[in-house]
């Protein structure tokens, strides 16, 4: 029997119903918990994960997000060690046009600033990145402005 497209994403119907994840227009394998505020025209590859649970995630028109990205609000790590009984939430801002390559972590805390660029692998801790810049490695580094002088298409 031949599997068509269309079984493939009736597929996200069933996992939806199944879970707290709620379907999504962008792929049946994006999970996205809580309530983001998502902008229009935003592409989120598969396998990707959105965590906004109990905090602000926004991610702004026109961007680009890569498959295997994670963008998580919290961090649980203290409770798991019993310093804390409270998981920490933070706030995630993506202004628009940001591009996140492919197997990146976007961390609370984090704003990007539009027309940015996370390079593949990347880790984003809590930061306050600049309108134009390149975000690269662990521990990430960012270079404000990269692309600032890069001419926009015709």
């Given at each position: 029997?031949?599997?068509?497209?269309k079984?493939f994403?009736?597929?996200?119907?069933w996992?939806?119903?199944?879970?707290?994840?709620?379907?999504n227009?962008?792929?049946?394998?994006?999970?996205?918990?809580?309530?983001?505020n998502?902008?229009?025209?935003?592409?989120?590859?598969?396998?990707?994960?959105?965590?906004?649970k109990d905090?602000?995630v926004?991610?702004?028109?026109?961007?680009?997000?890569?498959?295997?990205?994670s963008?998580?609000?919290a961090?649980?790590?203290?409770?798991?060690?019993?310093?804390?009984t409270?998981?920490?939430?933070?706030?995630?801002?993506?202004?628009?046009?940001v591009f996140?390559?492919s197997?990146?972590v976007i961390?609370g805390?984090?704003?990007?600033?539009?027309?940015s660029?996370v390079?593949?692998?990347?880790?984003?801790?809590?930061?306050d990145?600049p309108?134009?810049?390149?975000?690269?490695?662990?521990?990430?580094?960012?270079?404000?402005?990269?692309?600032m002088?890069?001419?926009?298409?015709s």
């Amino acid at each position: 029997m031949k599997k068509t497209f269309k079984s493939f994403f009736s597929r996200s119907k069933w996992f939806s119903d199944k879970s707290s994840y709620k379907k999504n227009p962008y792929h049946p394998f994006v999970l996205i918990h809580g309530d983001p505020n998502i902008g229009e025209g935003v592409y989120i590859g598969a396998f990707s994960v959105v965590n906004a649970k109990d905090s602000e995630v926004n991610i702004g028109p026109y961007c680009d997000i890569a498959s295997f990205v994670s963008i998580n609000c919290a961090d649980s790590h203290r409770v798991a060690l019993e310093f804390s009984t409270k998981i920490d939430r933070r706030s995630i801002i993506l202004e628009d046009h940001v591009f996140v390559g492919s197997h990146c972590v976007i961390k609370g805390g984090v704003k990007l600033g539009h027309h940015s660029v996370v390079a593949a692998g990347t880790i984003v801790d809590s930061c306050d990145v600049p309108p134009y810049s390149l975000i690269a490695g662990n521990p990430m580094v960012v270079k404000p402005g990269y692309y600032m002088h890069q001419g926009r298409k015709s």
